[in-house]
């Protein structure tokens, strides 16, 4: 088996590509290892220190580390994703499920509801795939009073560049599409 690595933009999270489906649908994001209980994979990446995240997409996983460099931490990872998916076992437990949703109800008035699908339309078509690309997630959360507020995950959390994807890809975008939306938030 070999797994390919590729660098985010975000300095602290490797892109980690097993050459096999992680998440059938979905995405799972893990912030701590009491999180990542649901998991055998994202509870073996944990339990390598220096491992601070978790985040798996369709054909991916990044990792997010603090402290050690990345020469140190890639072979103990690298490793414990093969382990992983050469035992043929599950990456998520029985009882769980993906949380693409993260549990959080959307929000929006009333009326709106055109303009949150046209919304959810562009992100879905035109954003995530991007985003993905670079390791990471950006889900719709809300819109109120011209202001969309979206979750950033994987290796767009915590991004350096996060704020300049969002600011200057995102709500240009939206805002070029949709007249109604005057700004773009990170919750």
């Not at 369709?58 to 050469?86: C, N, R, S």
């Not at 562009?122 to 997630?137: C, I, K, N, S, Y």
């Not at 819109?143 to 767009?156: D, I, P, R």
Request: glycine content about 10%.
């Amino acid at each position: 088996m070999f797994i390919q690595t590729e660098a985010t933009p975000n300095p602290a999270t490797l892109k980690f590509l097993p050459g096999k489906v992680v998440m059938e649908s979905g995405t799972a994001e893990f912030r701590d290892a009491d999180s990542a209980a649901v998991s055998p994979l994202a509870a073996r990446i944990f339990s390598i220190p220096g491992v601070t995240g978790v985040f798996f997409g369709y054909d991916f996983v990044t990792v997010t580390k603090d402290g050690p460099e990345w020469q140190h931490l890639k072979p103990a990872i690298l490793g414990t994703i093969m382990e992983h998916f050469m035992s043929g076992a599950k990456v998520m437990g029985s009882a769980a499920t993906a949380n693409d949703e993260d549990g959080d109800e959307e929000f929006f008035e009333a009326g709106d509801e055109t303009i949150v699908a046209t919304i959810k339309e562009l992100l879905e078509t035109r954003v995530r795939p991007a985003v993905a690309q670079d390791g990471g997630d950006i889900t719709f959360r809300g819109f109120k009073n011209g202001k969309v507020y979206l979750n950033m995950k994987g290796a767009c959390a915590g991004c350096p560049s996060s704020t300049a994807t969002l600011k200057h890809g995102v709500q240009n975008l939206l805002r070029h599409f949709v007249p109604e939306v005057q700004e773009v938030e990170a919750v």
